[in-house]
């Protein structure tokens, strides 16, 4: 009966393993490129936390920025090679907790809030508690096939890649204009329990996935694009803590856009 019962268990566990790594000795490089470049993600997070302990903040920001340019093209570059897995799903969401919840709240850490003894540390794990709580709310409701129409036009929340810059824009701030309120240890926690809060919250946030342009605005927008590359490239603190408070007041206007369309939704 035991002997029975293992080899259901090891045919179990051989289906599983097939289902994630298929029965062959070698793989195509294009399968493994977006687990390489999520964990390429956890690299540039953890790099980030070592920047920081250094008192490298800039460095440490800008590393957090490169970990959320690899979150955005993990999963694209997935599905362009036909290459989507549970496997990649999960290491992306885990990938993101490290990246945009453990280190920014480090970062954080490191720049203002250590000098409040417990509460800075308290406000650090707060925050990345709170990110990894968004995480699996958004993993849960990915596999959930009622959410109505107008709900993919918006993130519910906070997405993690964003909140994480917007928690880093007191460091932003301070780097664009040197002013030392940025630096104020109770300032950043306020702004980083904030922050937190709309991470987890229900509050709708646009989704850059079905923003479109319309076609006689197209030459405007790349012009538009242009200027903003070239402000990067000369004022990249000024234009980065430019567009993080943008950011911030698109919520308001997110929470009426959503309205309307839901309203507009039920009457139907």
């Known amino acids: 009966m035991r002997k029975t019962s293992r080899k259901n268990l090891k045919a ?3 289906t599983q393993v097939s289902k994630i ?22 690299v540039a997070g953890m ?6 302990s250094r008192g490298e903040f800039e460095k440490a920001v800008i590393a957090i920025i490169l970990a959320a ?24 969401s885990l990938a993101d907790s490290i990246s945009f919840g453990v280190s920014p709240a480090f970062v954080m850490f490191f720049y203002a809030t250590q000098n409040v003894k417990s509460f800075g540390w308290i406000v650090s794990v707060l925050f990345a508690i709170s990110c990894v709580l968004r995480l699996a709310r958004f993993n849960v409701m990915t596999g959930d096939e009622e959410v109505p129409e107008y709900w993919h036009y918006f ?12 928690a880093l824009t007191p460091i932003m701030l301070y780097t664009a204009t040197d002013e030392k309120i940025f630096t104020c240890p109770y300032i950043c926690m306020g702004w980083m329990i904030l922050v937190a809060l709309l991470m987890i919250s229900r509050i709708p946030t646009l989704s850059l996935k079905k923003m479109t342009v319309a076609k006689n605005n197209v030459p ?16 990249f603190w000024v ?4 567009i993080w408070t943008f950011y911030i007041l698109t919520v308001p206007y997110a929470c009426i856009k959503f ?4 309203k507009s939704f039920e009457a139907k």
């Open 12 to 14: 179990k566990i051989k």
């Open 21 to 42: 790594m298929p029965d062959t000795k070698f793989l195509p490089l294009t399968k493994v490129l977006p687990s390489m470049i999520t964990l390429s993600s956890i």
């Open 47 to 52: 790099t980030a936390i070592l920047l920081a």
């Open 69 to 92: 340019v690899f979150d955005g093209f993990d999963g694209r570059v997935a599905r362009m090679f036909n290459a989507s897995s549970q496997f990649g799903v999960e290491l992306d």
């Open 155 to 166: 993130f519910t929340g906070v997405p993690a890649p964003a909140g994480a810059l917007m």
């Open 220 to 235: 405007v927008f790349l012009l538009c694009f242009v200027l903003f590359l070239g402000m990067m490239y000369f004022h």
């Open 239 to 242: 234009t980065a803590s430019f």
């Open 259 to 262: 309205l309307r369309m839901k």
